[in-house]
């Protein structure tokens, strides 16, 4: 519009007066020897806005709502495993107001364990419409149980461990070997202060404690 405005504008600056002719308009331009002629208004393209409307979206990560240690003990103990499909129905506040198993795993347990673990843990920004409301939404998703490992059998062997105790408590150079292997650096553990020892005139002084821990495996007789 205002190209269009600055264009008449000009046109009509340049224009000779026409005898007995009345004042024109933004809409006419005058020019010697031709007629008024009308100007055609302006035509304004104005391109729709993008549509702002979508589905509920998850604020935390789907994948950290259930963890292994979440796994129902009763399913644990049976062995049940499985695929748990369940949909989730999201208020305009984002908060879930219900959960439904769309299909389920075979294990009552797990089942249940789904919708009661992520109806507390997820959380979402509402569903909007195309006026961009809030409203509410439905979200739908699966979970996959899958049995823990069995924890390893320990292995027939000797495993020292050694670290030094500073006259402060704190325990430093933490080593570990096994079957006097090399002996490996460790990370000690956070926070390892405590007492120190002490010497024959009690006295807090620097040792160096060892510790040994051996397993021995053998047939087991009938």
Partial sequence: MWVIGMGLVGAMALAQPV??????DFG???????????????VVTVAPPE???????PVNDPARWIGTGDYPPAALAKGESGITDFALNID????VAA?????????SALDQA??????RRARFIPAVDMAGVK?????????????????PLPQAGTRVVRY?????????????????????????????????????????ARRRATISVTTKVDDAAE
């Fill in 28 to 42: 006419q331009v005058a020019t010697p020897g031709h007629p008024v002629v009308m100007m055609p208004p302006a």
């Fill in 19 to 24: 005898a007995g002719a009345a004042a024109q």
């Fill in 164 to 204: 030094v105790v500073e006259a402060d408590g704190t325990r430093r150079h933490c080593e570990i070997a096994m079957d006097g292997s090399v002996w490996l650096q460790r990370p000690c553990p956070p926070h390892s202060g405590g007492n120190p020892f002490l010497d024959k005139d009690g006295k807090p």
């Fill in 51 to 57: 549509a702002r409307a979508h589905a509920p979206i």
């Fill in 135 to 151: 409203i509410a939404g439905r979200y739908a998703s699966r979970i996959k149980w899958v049995l823990p490992a069995p924890p």
């Fill in 99 to 107: 959960c439904g198993i769309t299909a389920s795993s075979g294990s």
């Fill in 92 to 95: 305009a506040q984002g908060r």
């Fill in 114 to 119: 789904s919708c009661e673990l992520v109806a």
